[in-house]
């Protein structure tokens, strides 16, 4: 209610941003060309495929293991697996990005 009402009423997901658009800013400057002065703002997501596999996993190994100790201790190694897949992810990420500064610098052909 209230304001956060308003703010779920009024908000949209967008997937599948190309590579220029992937900064909160220039979502933002996008979506504010398109209807200016009604953009309040933009929060970017990259690690949502990896929360809700993380969810999944979960669930997977609860039905595995009753044991809550079991459990537990299950679910932190999946954490970690997963926060590696971030990482790996998240360098990809850097990695392209800067190979794509430098091939429009016209250092790369």
């Known amino acids: 209610e209230g304001s956060e009402a308003a703010q779920a009423q009024?908000?949209?997901?967008?997937?599948?941003?190309?590579?220029?658009?992937?900064?909160?800013?220039?979502?933002?400057?996008?979506f504010e060309a398109l209807f200016p002065g009604r953009i309040h703002g933009s929060v970017l997501h990259y690690e949502t495929a990896a929360f809700y596999n993380l969810k999944r996993l979960k669930a997977a190994s609860d039905?595995?293991?009753?044991?809550?100790?079991?459990?537990?201790?299950?679910?932190?190694?999946?954490?970690?697996?997963?926060?590696?897949?971030?990482?790996i992810a998240r360098r990809k990420r850097e990695t392209e990005l800067m190979l794509r500064d430098v091939a429009l610098d016209g250092q790369v052909d």
């Open 63 to 87: 039905t595995i293991f009753r044991c809550s100790c079991c459990q537990k201790r299950l679910h932190k190694e999946i954490e970690k697996v997963v926060a590696l897949e971030q990482a």
């Open 10 to 30: 009024h908000s949209l997901m967008v997937e599948m941003l190309p590579a220029k658009y992937q900064s909160a800013k220039k979502v933002t400057a996008l």
